[in-house]
């Protein structure tokens, strides 16, 4: 191949278009991060250079400005920056003092780092199922999963839809120690009743992972609450737990976000509710299709009360991996968000959780499929991909 041809094919690649090298070969982009790059590449490069220009790389002006616009985005009282959504959770629960002896309720079928973080801080773990149409924890099963160590719940909004919120305020009222955190590590900009999920909780934290809705370019996450006090802890926390330079009041962590990711960040959440509607869109039109095809498979629901960030777009089918290995062939990138509920992890063995413990977590993570999800999929990429599920249920 001549170098040019090379070069046209890689500047299409890294443009993040379908390619088609010969009749039938398509190779479909997952989350298409390259061609947002060229899309804002201009407005990017152009707040990375301030930043390297005024060598402001910790805590510069552009982390401020950040914590301001998020702020702004979804009417927190405050937004507090940090380096990834693991230590986002961190910092929540360290803020709420939860440690070891005590217990932090939460779904199975959710990334790691949400059980993680609570174990790491020495308590335990204690899961409750999942509502089978949103795949977010069953709100009506953790009361009898309460005990006098209870000291928090953690929602995960997963794929980018929140949970029960209202059911999980009666909770709240009924248990009023009880603390709340939502895991909003896929669920940026999506609202339950109009309004961000940071009103339905202490505590919201989210991610900035390069794949997650409202990504940077390393890693990076946030917190927000409207208590004027956790605020305060979590902004020491953050930086070594320290109230003045050198001065520690609290045992904390070195997790700020670098300022060149916030300056990232700003450039993309000036385009974010753009994004989120394109995506909302693309949801949509997954939907129609599936629908139009009578395909044999669960799609996604959404409550009527909620809106999705859709971090990811997953449907359920049977023979799920078959499925999968068919569509890699055909040029269709997938993803399994996850595998394996928590409970039967080999790190949380000393639970002493069992298969059957958490059925519907189980049979969703045998089911669940993630389709390519971004807010320029392309119509055609679309029709290509439901018409090659619908092809492979149908055995045609
Ligand atoms: C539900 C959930 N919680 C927490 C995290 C952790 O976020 P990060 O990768 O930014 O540490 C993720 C990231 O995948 C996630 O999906």
């Not at 059980?115 to 149409?133: C, M, N, S």
Request: proline fraction near 3%; include cysteine; charged fraction near 25%.
């Amino acid at each position: 191949m001549s170098y040019w041809l090379i070069e046209m094919l890689n500047r299409f690649k890294s443009e993040g278009m379908t390619i088609k090298m010969q009749q039938n070969e398509i190779k479909i982009d997952f989350a298409k991060l390259q061609y947002q790059y060229q899309l804002y590449k201009r407005e990017i490069d152009e707040a990375i250079h301030k930043v390297l220009n005024n060598s402001n790389y910790i805590m510069g002006n552009e982390v401020r400005e950040l914590e301001e616009n998020l702020q702004n985005f979804t009417e927190a009282k405050y937004a507090i920056t940090c380096s990834s959504g693991t230590d986002a959770l961190l910092l929540a629960m360290m803020a709420l003092d939860i440690k070891a002896g005590d217990e932090v309720i939460t779904t199975p079928f959710t990334f790691i780092a949400t059980a993680e973080t609570i174990a790491l801080l020495g308590a335990k773990p204690v899961f409750v199922d999942i509502d089978e149409k949103t795949y977010n924890i069953d709100v009506s099963k953790i009361e009898e999963a309460i005990t006098l160590k209870t000291k928090a719940i953690i929602a995960v909004s997963l794929y980018g839809q929140p949970s029960d919120l209202d059911a999980l305020k009666k909770l709240k009222i009924k248990h009023s120690k009880l603390k709340i955190i939502i895991d909003g590590a896929q669920s940026f900009g999506a609202t339950y009743k109009g309004k961000s999920e940071v009103h339905y909780c202490d505590i919201y934290t989210t991610s900035f992972f390069p794949a997650k809705p409202l990504g940077c370019f390393g890693d990076g996450g946030a917190v927000f609450t409207n208590n004027d006090e956790l605020a305060s802890k979590m902004r020491m926390l953050r930086v070594h737990g320290q109230s003045k330079r050198y001065h520690h009041k609290y045992i904390g962590l070195g997790a700020r976000l670098d300022t060149i990711q916030a300056a990232v960040l700003n450039v993309k959440l000036n385009h974010y509710r753009e994004d989120l509607a394109m995506r909302q869109k693309v949801a949509e039109k997954y939907n129609s299709q599936f629908k139009t095809q009578n395909s044999k498979l669960i799609l996604p629901f959404i409550d009527e009360k909620a809106t999705s960030a859709f971090a990811q777009y997953s449907i359920r089918v049977q023979n799920r991996d078959v499925l999968q290995l068919k569509l890699k062939e055909r040029g269709i990138p997938t993803a399994v968000h996850y595998p394996m509920p928590l409970h039967l992890q080999e790190c949380f063995a000393y639970l002493g959780y069992k298969k059957g413990d958490f059925p519907i977590a189980e049979k969703v993570s045998s089911e669940i499929l993630s389709l390519p999800m971004n807010p320029y999929i392309t119509d055609e990429e679309i029709n290509y991909i439901v018409k090659q599920i619908t092809n492979q249920l149908t055995n045609k």
